[in-house]
């Protein structure tokens, strides 16, 4: 049994920035992939970013490439982050964190994870 807690949601004005965090507590050798999906209001749950705990290597979606930043602390490799970069009112949503056994090339849709986070609420202002 896996646990996934979310933290660091909130709001933010466009242009800011905000860090998510997922603290992962139970059966992490079982979930080597972690990562982020979000969902907005009206929208399906989208993929956003993973990472491997083993060996680091991420994967982020295109429409936050050079914005979003995924990563996972040194001390604990199963607590990752989102570093938002350069929000926009586009990026509210609920964020939740994920996992898997292994990581998708492409990220994959959100019923290829097992686990999953209660979510985080970002909503970004204009």
């Known amino acids: 049994l896996l646990q996934l807690v979310e933290s660091g949601g909130g709001s933010v004005q466009a242009g800011g920035s905000l860090t998510l965090s997922c603290e992962a507590e139970g059966d992490t050798d079982s979930r080597e992939c972690m990562g982020w999906f979000r969902q907005a209001p009206g929208k399906e749950r989208e993929f956003v970013a993973t990472?491997?705990?083993?060996?680091?290597?991420?994967?982020i979606a295109a429409f936050v490439s050079g914005r979003f930043t995924i990563s996972q602390d040194k001390e604990d490799p199963h607590t990752i982050y989102l570093q938002m970069n350069s929000v926009s009112p586009e990026d509210t949503a609920i964020y939740y964190c994920?996992?898997?056994?292994?990581?998708?090339?492409?990220?994959?849709?959100?019923?290829?994870?097992?686990?999953w986070g209660q979510g985080t609420v970002v909503i970004v202002s204009s």
């Open positions: 990472i491997s705990t083993r060996v680091g290597s991420t994967y």
């Open positions: 994920t996992a898997r056994p292994k990581c998708l090339p492409h990220g994959g849709s959100q019923y290829e994870y097992d686990d």
